[in-house]
């Protein structure tokens, strides 16, 4: 378990990266700009990204060496997250561009040529 202590203080961090996003929050200052601190959102996902890429190469390499329970158990849940996120981010970013799509579709039908 301690070999998995470099893996498991990125992921705490980028937890509580997010968490103080929400905590914070955000609001409009007085002469109109807005105050948020926007930065903790792509730290927490670099931060969660080290931790889980990180994990997967660990508990891949502690497999191959006389492997343990706890290293099974972290390979198959690093993994398991990797896959989640990369097929959160493929529906995401199909989303999107199928609304983009029907936006430009929906710009070129109310075009009137004269």
Known sequence: ???YLFTIIPF?????????FNIIGSGVAPDGTLS???YLIP???LLISISLITSLIMSTL????NPTKIDKI???VSLALILLSVSYLFLSVSYLH????????????SITYE
């Open 1 to 3: 378990m301690k070999k």
């Open 74 to 76: 972290a390979f198959g």
């Open 43 to 45: 730290t927490g996902f």
């Open 98 to 109: 199928s609304l983009d799509m029907k936006e430009i579709s929906m710009t070129n039908a």
């Open 12 to 20: 705490i961090l980028g937890v509580s990266c997010f968490v103080a």
């Open 62 to 65: 502690a497999l191959f060496h």
């Open 36 to 38: 948020e601190p926007f």
